[in-house]
């Protein structure tokens, strides 16, 4: 049986772009409510065709890009700690700090295996003594041991020496064997690293403080002294322990007084409301709007004019015979319909002024009182049509 497998289509904004977080948590959805699915057999996609998951394929270049965008957001976390605690102490505007964060990115993996050849430890020993001492009886038969001795010879010695001698050469052993086995378990130490991504490989701080303000109780008057020493060194000390430094990392953080530039007032003439945007946005407007109108007025009603008067000019010529008499010229049996129609009452037959509710009613009031005339004429004008 094959996997079963799942694709999601997205319709979004214009504009917005799913996070990976909200993609995720649909994969997810999907995965957890058809049993035996994997997630990486779900598929997600947005209106446009781009493919929203399978983000694990990434090219260097989006790498580096949220490398870039996770260094920044490093360097604006330490900025922000040197700024809460410097701003109270100088004041707000009276300094400037920067914090530059060198990260490492490389994934780095080690296994290693280390002796220790000072720390030991016996594991097992083994020891084996061997001695034959002279003078022992028995021999194998035919060998020199069971041959008489040669012709002794008396030593220059007395008898106390020869004695101690001959004791000192009975009790000298013939064949002494040593034997030692000793082993020892060494000290070992087994360790698997894996380096983080995104660890912190040097931090480097610069902190620029403007000159100390200072008001004399006396006169009130401000003036603008450079900061003592040893007060930089205790901003030093503060800013060390707010990004966290370390020497054996090489961070360095770097505090200098200088008198900052005097700020430039400079004179805010406030524009009329003819050179604001929004008011010639409005007049743009307002020319189309004229414009149209002209085109209305001079194109279009002229034209309305010309045809209201000459549907006016067919009404009056027809108005002569009830208008309906120029209707029926020139057609066979007109003049008997014409008979007709005139020979009615005036109240059944109205005028060409008259509303279309009552022509309409007046002709089927016609129809009704004489119908066989009035189908011969329809006769007569279907004929006159072919």
């Given at each position: 049986?094959?996997?079963?497998?799942?694709?999601?289509?997205?319709?979004?904004?214009?504009?917005?772009?799913?996070?990976?977080?909200?993609?995720?948590?649909?994969?997810?959805?999907?995965?957890?409510?058809?049993?035996?699915?994997?997630?990486?057999?779900?598929?997600?996609?947005?209106?446009?065709?781009?493919?929203?998951?399978?983000?694990?394929?990434?090219?260097?270049?989006?790498?580096?890009?949220?490398?870039?965008?996770?260094?920044?957001?490093?360097?604006?976390?330490?900025?922000?700690?040197?700024?809460?605690?410097?701003?109270?102490?100088?004041?707000?505007?009276?300094?400037?700090?920067?914090?530059?964060?060198?990260?490492?990115?490389?994934?780095?993996?080690?296994?290693?295996?280390?002796?220790?050849?000072?720390?030991?430890?016996?594991?097992?020993?083994?020891?084996?003594?061997?001695?034959?001492?002279?003078?022992?009886?028995?021999?194998?038969?035919g060998a020199l041991s069971n041959q008489p001795p040669v012709n002794a010879t008396v030593p220059e010695q007395t008898n106390t020496e020869v004695g101690d001698a001959v004791g000192a050469t009975a009790q000298q052993p013939i064949n002494v064997r040593k034997e030692s086995t000793r082993n020892y378990e060494m000290d070992r130490t087994v360790s698997y690293t894996r380096q983080e991504l995104g660890r912190v490989r040097r931090v480097t701080v610069a902190l620029a403080v403007d000159d100390m303000k200072v008001i004399n109780p006396e006169t009130g008057a401000v003036t603008y002294e450079p900061w003592a020493e040893q007060e930089l060194q205790r901003l030093s000390m503060l800013v060390r322990d707010a990004v966290g430094y370390s020497a054996a990392r090489g961070d360095s953080v770097t505090v200098m007084n200088t008198a900052f530039a005097p700020e430039e007032a400079f004179e805010f003439e406030a524009p009329g409301f003819w050179e604001q945007p929004w008011f010639w946005d409005l007049m743009k407007q307002v020319l189309a709007g004229l414009v149209i109108l002209v085109l209305v007025l001079g194109l279009l009603r002229p034209t309305l004019k010309s045809l209201s008067g000459s549907g006016r000019r067919e009404r009056g010529d027809d108005s002569d015979t009830g208008g309906y008499g120029g209707g029926l010229d020139g057609v066979e049996g007109g003049d008997a319909l014409r008979q007709a129609m005139s020979s009615q009452d005036d109240l059944l037959l109205p005028g060409a002024t008259d509303s279309y509710d009552r022509q309409l009613n007046a002709l089927k009031g016609l129809i009704a009182e004489d119908p066989a005339r009035v189908s011969q004429v329809m006769r007569q004008w279907v004929n006159v049509d072919d």
């Open positions: 049986a094959r996997d079963p497998t799942a694709s999601v289509f997205l319709e979004v904004f214009a504009g917005r772009r799913p996070e990976q977080e909200q993609i995720a948590a649909i994969v997810n959805l999907v995965a957890g409510s058809i049993p035996m699915m994997n997630k990486d057999h779900v598929t997600v996609v947005d209106q446009n065709g781009n493919l929203l998951t399978g983000k694990e394929s990434r090219g260097d270049g989006e790498r580096m890009e949220d490398q870039y965008a996770y260094t920044s957001r490093v360097e604006e976390r330490l900025t922000r700690r040197v700024a809460s605690l410097i701003a109270p102490i100088v004041g707000e505007g009276r300094y400037r700090a920067e914090v530059s964060a060198d990260l490492d990115f490389s994934s780095v993996e080690q296994a290693e295996e280390l002796f220790n050849p000072e720390q030991q430890a016996v594991r097992s020993e083994r020891s084996l003594t061997e001695q034959r001492a002279a003078g022992a009886n028995g021999g194998v038969p």
